[in-house]
């Protein structure tokens, strides 16, 4: 009842400032405009033109099963990831959040919902510096709009002196240490890796590293977006695609 009170009441949209009526605080017009992600491997969120050389994740299978993201890394994504994150623009992460709940809802398939969403931690100077932890209040949106459980405290990371933010892809395809490490040890069977931006996927193998010595037997990545090739494309679709 309440979604649908919110949904009734005109709120400008975060994007063009028109009135608009739609959960997600984007009108309709703007979200038919965003670089929605266009279908790809279900394994790595690649879209299948870009899927290929280094980014052909067959050759190095990720840690995890599923990977699920609404948008290419692009503008004005990019820009609304990055005012999300960098300066407070709360309104945006929630908006791109029930964006990507929408698409999860959209390719939900038998078994496909985990029991439980997990974010990836922050590094302390991070935390500190913003005051929370962006991959949280996406892990804490979606388990509501999804009705599902998350837990704010099942990941930790490791002090580190470099913000991975910083790492070439190299960098982090490379790193030797798995900076995060689980606050238990039983747990659900299914579960997702709650993130930002999908880059090198080395943040989220290993987390899942760190899930299947566990034993957890089905991990999926969600994040807001996929970063594609340099010079390709945004590989955008419709939301309807």
């Known amino acids: 009842m309440l979604r649908r009170l919110l949904g009734a009441v005109k709120r400008p949209c975060i994007l ?37 050389g280094l980014y052909n994740c067959f050759n190095q299978p990720p840690r995890f099963n599923l990977c699920q993201t609404a948008f290419a890394y692009d503008f004005p994504i990019k820009q609304l990831i990055l005012e999300f994150k960098d300066q407070g623009n709360l309104a945006a992460g929630h908006a791109l959040t029930l964006c990507l709940a929408q698409c999860i809802v959209r390719d939900a398939g038998p078994g496909i919902m985990p029991d439980l969403l997990i974010p990836v931690p922050s590094t302390w100077r991070k935390r500190r510096q913003r005051g929370y932890n962006p991959a949280a209040l996406i892990a804490k949106d979606l388990a509501r709009a999804l009705n599902r459980p998350w837990s704010p405290k099942f990941l930790k990371t490791h002090p580190t002196r470099q913000d991975r933010k910083h790492q070439s892809r190299q960098q982090r395809l490379n790193a030797a240490t798995n900076p995060f490490y689980l606050t238990r040890t039983k747990a659900p069977c299914q579960i997702a890796i709650i993130d930002d931006v999908v880059t090198s996927m080395a943040t989220a193998n290993h987390v899942a590293d760190r899930l299947q010595q566990a034993g957890f037997s089905h991990i999926s990545l969600w994040a807001l977006a996929r970063s594609l090739p340099p010079g390709t494309n945004n590989g955008a679709s419709t939301i309807d695609d």
């Open 16 to 52: 063009c400032d028109q009135n608009q009526t739609e959960a997600c605080g984007v009108c309709a017009p703007c979200q038919k405009d965003l670089p929605w992600l266009a279908r790809g491997c279900p394994r790595c969120a690649m879209p299948w033109p870009s899927h290929k």
